[in-house]
């Protein structure tokens, strides 16, 4: 019987050289790199943005990267650099990066020029995820990569402490059992009133996000890892958002997009805000993503770890290119809106929404995968 508790699970203390080691599994002599992303990247010079309080996630780039490679704990897996590197940060999730950059001794680069061709792997660790544009990048310079935005203490000594070849194993079992589903229907339960929203898979391979990233192929882990995932091929029904000031608004949904928002409780405003957005930018309501968690983490209070727990559900929004689909950043009418944006359902998350039954259509038969928020016996017994 798989244990679904997090607080029983006993973690071992945070590596990055067992990080690094399991994940991209080196031959010796790569060449790393660090990239953060400031307000103000010109305050990467000295370290200087070590003097903001605030930039947590960007410390952990200091402290737990670049100090490992100064005190040469990486030097056994042939690993050397280490160098960080400053871009202005994008504001949104997975638009693309700038081409300017600054390092540590206050000097302007050019990251197509002076970075992504000399070096063999790069760690992103960041306040908004950077997956897709390093996704595309590492496909043209032929890098290896890992993001890891958001980091935070929990995600350190959980997410970014398992083994992640245990972690690929479970993830792949669960692949194993819900690939090339038809579709899934997800009811979400609302005041009292049930909202279904159905996601077409067409048979399609599902995919997974399991942390390893080794061989010779460019490619780019996003970190912590654990979910399976499909890339819509289309969507009808309606489901609920709930916005980050606490308005929770229908979606209605058609031809494999968010059409329009009707206002359930809160802010017309903010659903105003988003009708203009999809009216003026339809690509930003497609629906680029429907992925499910595959691991016991416990609540880091991080989408990046948060959506790949056991039991929880996204969807997305927009940008889909970096997993497979159709939809790049030149399709939007405007750069800004190119994001790839996950809309997370968990207890813990989105209290106002339960998620009732996730429902899998495969082989003629339909499966329910998850209930009030927990795994099936279904799920668990691929498990076990």
């Known amino acids: ?109 050019s990251f197509e020029k002076d970075v992504y061709p000399n070096y063999d792997i790069i760690l992103c660790v960041s306040t908004y995820s950077a997956t897709a544009p390093l996704t595309a990048h590492a496909k043209q310079f032929g890098f290896k990569g890992a993001t890891l935005h958001g980091l935070n203490e929990v995600i350190l000594n959980s997410g970014l402490s398992i083994d992640y070849n245990h972690v690929s194993s479970t993830t792949e079992a669960l692949r194993l059992g819900m690939t090339k589903a038809d579709a ?15 996601l077409v898979c067409n048979g399609q391979e599902a995919q997974k996000s399991h942390g390893i990233c080794r061989g010779k192929e460019p490619d780019v882990a996003n970190l912590p890892a654990g979910e399976v995932y499909y890339v819509p091929e289309g969507a009808e029904g309606d489901f609920p958002m709930l916005y980050e000031d606490g308005t929770l608004g229908i979606m209605k949904v058609s031809g494999g997009r968010i059409q329009h928002v009707e206002l359930l ?6 659903i105003e805000e988003h009708n203009a957005k999809l009216k003026s930018d339809p690509m930003t309501g497609e629906l680029g993503e429907l992925g499910f968690g595959s691991q016991i983490y416990p609540v880091s209070g991080r989408d990046i770890q948060d959506e790949k727990i056991l039991g929880t559900v996204h969807v997305a929004t927009g940008r889909s290119d970096h997993l497979g689909g159709h939809l790049t950043p030149d399709l939007f009418n405007e750069h800004q809106n190119a994001s790839h944006d996950d809309i997370l359902f968990a207890p813990f998350k989105t209290k106002p929404i339960h998620v009732a039954q996730v429902r899998m259509f495969k082989d003629g038969q339909v499966t329910p ?13 691929l498990l076990d």
């Open 265 to 270: 409780e809160g802010s017309q405003a903010t």
């Open 369 to 381: 995968v998850i209930e009030n928020y927990k795994p099936t016996s279904y799920l668990t017994n």
């Open 184 to 198: 899934f229907e997800i009811d979400f339960v609302v005041k009292e009133k049930t909202y279904t929203l159905k």
């Open 1 to 109: 019987m798989i244990n679904l508790d997090p607080n029983t699970i006993e973690y071992p203390p945070f590596s990055l050289h067992r990080l690094l080691k399991t994940v991209f599994e080196p031959e010796g002599g790569e060449k790393v790199a660090i990239f953060i992303d400031l307000d103000d990247p010109t305050q990467v010079k000295d370290f200087a943005f070590l003097n903001d309080a605030s930039l947590t996630v960007q410390k952990y780039a200091y402290e737990v990267f670049h100090k490992a490679f100064e005190r040469g704990e990486l030097h056994e897996l042939g690993l050397s650099g280490g160098e960080v590197f400053a871009y202005k940060t994008t504001g949104g999730s997975n638009l693309d990066l700038p081409d300017e950059g600054y390092n540590t001794a206050g000097e302007q680069v």
